[in-house]
C-alpha cells in the first residue's frame, strides 16, 4: 500500500446519522487523496475495514466543490449516503468553504448537493446537520415474481408477509422488501448467504413504527461476495437505501414530509435519518455527522 516515500494526509473518521455519540455509522476519511492510486486507495479502505472509506480529491468538473471516491474492503462504490455526509462534515471541519449556498461533491453518479442546516446537538465537537440531494433512481419499480422470491426466502419470511416490494437502486444494488411492522423488521434472521448477490446486490427492510415518533424501522443487508471472499454483512445506518425508500414512498403518497426514519435498533445503533422535500421537489436525505478522530495519515 505504502510508497517508497509515504505522504502525510490529514484523515478523519466522522460517526454519520447517529441521534446521539457514536451510535450512528462510522466513515473513514482522506482529506487529501492527491496522488494515490486507485491500489492504495483500496488497500487503506479494506485495512480500515469499515463499510466504507473515503478519498477526497480536486474537482473535474466546474461547479463541484471536491470529488469523492468511495471504496468498501473489497471495491468501489459510485454513490453512499452516509459516506457523503461524513465527508462533507470532515471538510468542512478542516477548513473547506463552498463556493455557492450548498456544498458540491462530484463522484460517479455525478454531481451531489449538500446542505448545511438545524440546530447542532451540544454532545460533541465538530457536530454539522447536514443533508444531501437524493440522486435519480437507476431501476426502480415492483420486483418481479423471482427476485421477490429470492428475496423473501433470504429474509425467512413467508410471501404472504410482504406488503410491498420495489427497486430502489440509485448506485449499490437497492432493492426493499415493506413488512407489516417495525417489529417484524427487528425481529429477522436473515440468511445473509441467501441473498442472490448476482442479482439483488443489496437488500432493504422497511416496516411502519406507530409507537414512536419515527415513520418506520429500516435494516439494510449486503450479499456476500463469493468473489472475494467477503461475507455478507448488515449496515448500520444507510443513506442511500434511505434515500431510495423515501423516494419510493413519495412515488406512492405513503407518507408526508418532513419525517424521520430509523435504523440500527438490532446492531446496537440509533440511527435517525431525516426526509424532507423542499420547494423544488428536492428529496433531502439528513441527519447529524460528528467528526470523532483527527489526525494524520501516512500513506
Known amino acids: 500500500m505504502h510508497s517508497v516515500d509515504p505522504v502525510s494526509r490529514p484523515f478523519a473518521q466522522v460517526d454519520v446519522f447517529g441521534a446521539?455519540?457514536?451510535?450512528?455509522?462510522p466513515v473513514a476519511v482522506v482529506l487529501d487523496a492527491y496522488r494515490l492510486s486507485e491500489e492504495?486507495?483500496?488497500?487503506?479502505?479494506?485495512?480500515?475495514?469499515?463499510s466504507e472509506t473515503t478519498f477526497v480529491l480536486q474537482p473535474t468538473v466546474p461547479g463541484a466543490d471536491y470529488r469523492l471516491r468511495i471504496f468498501t474492503p473489497t471495491g468501489e462504490l459510485p454513490f453512499a449516503g452516509h459516506p457523503t455526509l461524513g465527508t462533507a462534515a470532515a471538510w468542512l471541519a478542516?477548513?473547506?468553504v463552498p463556493g455557492g449556498e450548498r456544498i458540491v461533491q462530484e463522484c460517479a453518479v455525478g454531481l451531489v448537493e449538500v446542505r448545511r442546516g438545524g440546530a447542532a446537538p451540544e454532545?460533541?465537537?465538530?457536530?454539522e446537520t447536514l443533508a444531501f440531494a437524493a440522486p435519480p433512481l437507476q431501476r426502480s419499480g415492483p420486483l418481479d415474481a423471482e427476485h421477490l422470491q429470492l428475496a423473501a426466502a433470504a429474509l425467512g419470511v413467508p410471501d404472504q408477509a410482504v406488503v410491498d416490494h420495489a427497486w430502489v437502486d440509485n448506485g449499490p444494488g437497492w432493492a426493499v422488501v415493506e413488512l407489516g411492522s417495525a417489529a417484524e423488521v427487528v425481529a429477522l434472521k436473515p440468511d445473509l448467504a441467501a441473498i442472490p448477490g448476482r442479482k439483488i446486490a443489496s437488500l432493504g427492510?422497511?416496516?411502519?413504527?406507530?409507537?414512536?415518533d419515527m415513520a418506520y424501522e429500516v435494516r439494510a443487508f449486503v450479499a456476500p461476495d463469493p468473489a472475494?471472499?467477503?461475507?455478507?454483512?448488515?449496515?448500520?445506518v444507510t443513506g442511500s437505501l434511505n434515500a431510495g425508500i423515501a423516494q419510493w414512498m413519495?412515488?406512492?403518497?405513503?407518507?408526508?414530509?418532513?419525517?424521520?426514519?430509523?435504523?440500527g435498533t438490532r446492531l446496537g445503533r440509533d440511527g435517525a435519518v431525516r426526509v424532507d422535500v423542499d420547494?423544488?421537489?428536492?428529496?433531502?436525505?439528513?441527519?447529524?455527522?460528528?467528526?470523532?478522530?483527527?489526525?494524520?495519515i501516512e500513506i
Open 279 to 296: 420547494a423544488e421537489g428536492t428529496v433531502w436525505i439528513g441527519g447529524c455527522a460528528r467528526v470523532a478522530i483527527r489526525g494524520m
Open 94 to 96: 478542516a477548513g473547506g
Open 40 to 50: 492504495q486507495m483500496q488497500a487503506f479502505a479494506a485495512w480500515t475495514n469499515l
Open 123 to 127: 454532545d460533541a465537537r465538530d457536530v
Open 228 to 236: 472475494t471472499g467477503t461475507p455478507g454483512y448488515e449496515d448500520p
Open 205 to 212: 427492510v422497511i416496516g411502519p413504527d406507530t409507537g414512536s
Open 20 to 25: 446521539s455519540p457514536y451510535r450512528g455509522n
Open 250 to 263: 413519495l412515488e406512492r403518497g405513503r407518507l408526508t414530509p418532513p419525517w424521520t426514519a430509523h435504523q
